[in-house]
């Protein structure tokens, strides 16, 4: 604790110089971001945070990206993030649901109160939300559009702040602001595709039987399987799989060199 405050101080005027820098720098997506109040408000209140978050874990804050998972079990967004061109990932911060919705199971149709299980990347960055900030989902993916109720998919799935959700994944305004920063900032240093995987829970062995043994969909059982594939060899190596989806909506992996 000692040591992250003593860092706060050390770090925050050359931060804050930097912040107004961007004002009058071209800094592409940022700036673009930076016009809206809430965006601004957000740089101003976490960007001294976020910064000091990456330098602890030895990410470098000018060229870094990051990869969202989530637990709708456990409640749980998990943030990773590693300097550019690194191999491994490393958990920079989490933060809980502020509140659920729904069963375990993936999102199958428009309207079903669901969560949804899979894979997607952030599609929009949302700075006038009607719960502050947010970040966009490319929900229905491939695999949704395949395996879900065609043409009633709905869309409309986000991360975002508040407490209230139909299906989107509420952290509440103070950490929605920090996401959305680190988000930002690793936009507009490159990273054109931010992934946010969402799992039923944390499909380690004795969690994924449970499931299995707990449910009567057999399709879901199937689903969480194909899942799991991902989980597992990301926590044994801590490096993404390429992953792309096959004619029948499972989702197929390549391991990453």
């Not at 006038?128 to 900030?133: A, I």
Request: hydrophobic fraction near 35%; aromatic fraction near 12%; glycine fraction near 8%.
């Amino acid at each position: 604790m000692k040591r992250i405050k003593y860092l706060k101080k050390f770090l925050a005027i050359p931060l804050v110089v930097l912040f107004m820098h961007s004002f009058t720098t071209d800094n592409g997506f940022r700036d673009s971001q930076l016009k809206n109040q809430r965006v601004q408000m957000a740089f101003k209140e976490k960007l001294v945070d976020v910064n000091t978050m990456l330098g602890l874990k030895g990410i470098d804050q000018t060229n870094f990206e990051i990869y969202i998972r989530a637990f709708k079990m456990e409640q749980v967004v998990e943030v990773w993030g590693r300097t550019r061109g690194a191999n491994t990932w490393c958990n920079v911060v989490n933060y809980n649901f502020c509140s659920t919705v729904g069963q375990l199971g993936p999102k199958r149709k428009e309207g079903d109160y669901q969560i949804p299980e899979g894979f997607y990347t952030v599609s929009e960055f949302n700075p006038n939300s009607d719960f502050l900030l947010s970040l966009k989902l490319n929900y229905p993916n491939k695999s949704d559009s395949i395996l879900g109720v065609k043409g009633k998919l709905g869309d409309l799935i986000y991360i975002h702040g508040g407490c209230m959700t139909i299906g989107c994944i509420p952290i509440t305004d103070d950490k929605i602001e920090e996401l959305y920063v680190l988000s930002v900032i690793a936009k507009d240093q490159g990273q054109n595709q931010i992934p946010i995987h969402i799992f039923p829970a944390r499909l380690n062995y004795g969690n994924y039987n449970m499931l299995a043994k707990q449910t009567t969909n057999k399709s879901n059982v199937r689903f969480w399987g194909n899942l799991r594939t991902c989980y597992t060899y990301f926590e044994e190596n801590g490096i993404l799989p390429e992953i792309s989806v096959n004619e029948k909506g499972d989702y197929v992996y390549k391991r990453s060199e």
